[in-house]
């Protein structure tokens, strides 16, 4: 499937996600921080594609709405954000530290029990 594509049908399944996620009050990560992107190790086509904006970041199957951020001083590209999650039916809260490269290529998650996720810029 083309990019595009890919993004429209990403668009498209964010608008049919319950209105929960995108009622929240978001709180925008900043510029930085927006773009496509897709899982370490995956391609940036088709459903694999999670396009972060302001302060609401859709996939295929899930949207997260980051509901508050705490600063690090002079860490421009690191906070830790409350996150409200839906996906699978679901919804919970919980947090992570998400630090965005110095390069703008990719975007850590640290969650408080020792996981991490990276995704990759597609754009």
Do not use: K
Not at 58 to 78: H, K, L, W, Y
Request: hydrophobic share 45%; glycine share 10%.
């Amino acid at each position: 499937m083309p990019r595009n594509h890919a993004l429209s049908l990403a668009v498209c399944l964010a608008a049919l996600l319950p209105s929960a996620v995108l009622a929240q009050r978001t709180i925008d990560l900043g510029p930085a921080f927006s773009g496509t992107y897709a899982p370490e190790g995956m391609a940036c086509a088709g459903l694999a594609l999670i396009e972060v904006q302001g302060g609401t970041m859709v996939g295929a199957e899930f949207a997260i709405s980051v509901t508050d951020i705490i600063e690090f001083p002079g860490e421009p590209n690191r906070i830790e954000a409350s996150l409200f999650n839906q996906a699978g039916g679901g919804e919970w809260e919980d947090s992570a530290i998400l630090t965005l490269a110095e390069d703008g290529q990719s975007l850590r998650f640290d969650y408080p029990d020792g996981t991490t996720a990276v995704w990759v810029r597609c754009d």
